[in-house]
């Protein structure tokens, strides 16, 4: 990703942007600071614009989040693999979304602050939705379904921020050795394995059964 201050600071009058260049300004801001970061203000003086220009691409700000959004997903467009079980294409879609968020921090606090729409996240919610309805789910519990593994994505990766070792003050695994074992028998005993209390492969052991129990209602619909 370019550099914020790589774009040229000339008038609108002599600058032609497309879409795609403001989007790559604005996600820049929004990852180096975050959602609040991002006014149009600022946005329009990083690209060498007039505030009123810049409404010619967003109407608001809320749909320049939308389109941001849009724009750090957009490598989750890509269709599925068609031969692959409806079980595996559902698991590459959401452990995809989670790393796209994990790369995102700032992305990610616009879709726990509100709900994010556009072209990019409408094609990855028809994905998602034509993959469950596909496997033979009704309309209802193909919603419900998508609304927990997309929310699972999402809240996974939050908790896996907020509790990274750059923000945890302490080594979990060092403090619950310390703790009294006739009190806390299995925090004690459970200590070096408590790293990987949100780790890659605690993600994994959550979509996998996410994912199973929706296998078992299958066959039992």
Same mark, same amino acid.
């Given at each position: 990703?370019?550099?914020?201050?790589?774009?040229?600071?000339?008038?609108?009058?002599?600058?032609?942007?497309?879409?795609?260049?403001?989007?790559? =300004?604005?996600?820049?801001? =929004?990852?180096?600071?975050?959602?609040?970061?991002?006014?149009?203000?600022?946005?329009?003086?990083?690209?060498?614009?007039?505030?009123?220009?810049?409404?010619?691409?967003?109407?608001?700000?809320?749909?320049?989040?939308?389109?941001?959004?849009?724009?750090?997903?957009?490598a989750l467009r890509a269709d599925p693999d068609p031969g692959a079980p409806w079980n595996r294409?559902?698991?590459?879609?959401?452990?995809?979304?989670?790393?796209?968020?994990?790369?995102?921090?700032?992305?990610?606090? =616009?879709?726990?602050?509100?709900?994010?729409?556009?072209?990019?996240?409408?094609?990855?919610r028809e994905t998602l939705l034509g993959i469950l309805r596909g496997a033979g789910f009704p309309?209802?519990?193909?919603?419900?379904?998508?609304?927990?593994?997309?929310?699972?994505? =999402?809240?996974?990766?939050?908790?896996?921020?907020?509790?990274?070792?750059?923000? +945890?003050?302490?080594?979990?695994?060092?403090?619950?050795? +310390?703790?009294?074992?006739?009190?806390?028998?299995?925090?004690?005993?459970?200590?070096?394995?408590?790293?990987?209390?949100?780790?890659?492969?605690?993600?994994?052991?959550?979509?996998?059964?996410?994912?199973?129990?929706?296998?078992?209602?299958?066959?039992?619909?």
């Amino acid at each position: 990703h370019r550099d914020l201050h790589s774009f040229p600071t000339r008038r609108s009058s002599d600058l032609r942007l497309s879409r795609e260049q403001v989007l790559d =300004v604005a996600l820049a801001q =929004v990852r180096e600071r975050g959602q609040a970061g991002l006014t149009m203000r600022g946005l329009a003086e990083e690209l060498g614009l007039g505030v009123m220009t810049l409404y010619n691409y967003f109407r608001t700000k809320e749909e320049l989040l939308d389109g941001v959004c849009g724009h750090a997903l957009r490598a989750l467009r890509a269709d599925p693999d068609p031969g692959a079980p409806w079980n595996r294409q559902l698991e590459t879609a959401i452990r995809d979304l989670h790393l796209a968020l994990a790369d995102n921090p700032g992305v990610l606090d =616009v879709f726990v602050t509100r709900s994010v729409y556009g072209p990019t996240l409408d094609r990855v919610r028809e994905t998602l939705l034509g993959i469950l309805r596909g496997a033979g789910f009704p309309d209802r519990e193909a919603v419900h379904a998508l609304g927990s593994l997309v929310s699972y994505a =999402v809240g996974f990766t939050l908790t896996e921020r907020a509790r990274s070792p750059k923000t +945890a003050p302490v080594n979990p695994a060092t403090r619950f050795r +310390a703790l009294p074992p006739e009190e806390f028998p299995h925090l004690t005993s459970t200590a070096e394995q408590y790293r990987e209390y949100l780790s890659d492969a605690a993600f994994e052991y959550g979509l996998r059964h996410l994912i199973g129990s929706l296998e078992r209602d299958r066959r039992r619909g």
